[in-house]
């Protein structure tokens, strides 16, 4: 199992828009069935979790709810229900809701959908095992940064999806903790 982080950038860095616009993405040609497309990706997830921006541009945005898996949204905040979804609202600690997802996700991934301060709560926490960085061409000059936390990476594929440049990366450690992450107690 393998906790991942999976996700669109500008090629400044930026996930969304100030305003949480995503249309600069949303117009771009891309293959779900592609090379490290949407597709393949959302069968290997057991489980996911997102903050509560992604959760409610999600429920303004998508007349259904496209996930089948459990889903958590990290918030400290009353959140509107989506019927016939399994949404479950969590704070504090991401290491019990990782704990959490973990068990209910079998054998299958898990998936950090977004946004980027999700992601550092869990690289911070030792958790983030991969980045899967589709990057679309553009800049947005301003925005929600992608990752706001300095990681040490390893490249293990790069792709092209039609308009994409895609990465997939291998959370090496995170600067200024005391051990790389995923490293073993001695």
Known sequence: MTTIFYTASSLDGFIATSQHGLDWLLRRDVDPDG????????????????????????????????????????THRPLPA?????????HGDVRAVHEQMTAAAGDRDLWVVGGGDVA?????????????????????????????????????QTARNREFLCGRYRV???????????????
Do not use: K
């Open 35 to 74: 090379p490290m497309g949407y597709a393949a990706f959302a069968r290997s997830v057991g489980a996911l979790v997102m903050g509560a921006a992604t959760y409610e541009w999600l429920l303004a945005h998508d007349a259904g709810w496209a996930y089948a898996q459990p889903t958590w949204v990290l």
């Open 82 to 90: 989506r019927p016939g979804a399994d949404v479950r609202v969590a």
């Open 120 to 156: 550092r709560q869990f690289a911070v926490a030792g958790l983030l095992d991969e980045i899967w960085v589709q990057f679309a061409p553009v800049t947005l000059g301003a925005g929600i940064p992608f990752l706001p936390l300095a990681l040490e990476l390893a490249l293990l």
């Open 172 to 186: 090496v450690g995170v600067p200024g903790t005391p051990d790389p992450v995923g490293a073993e107690d001695t």
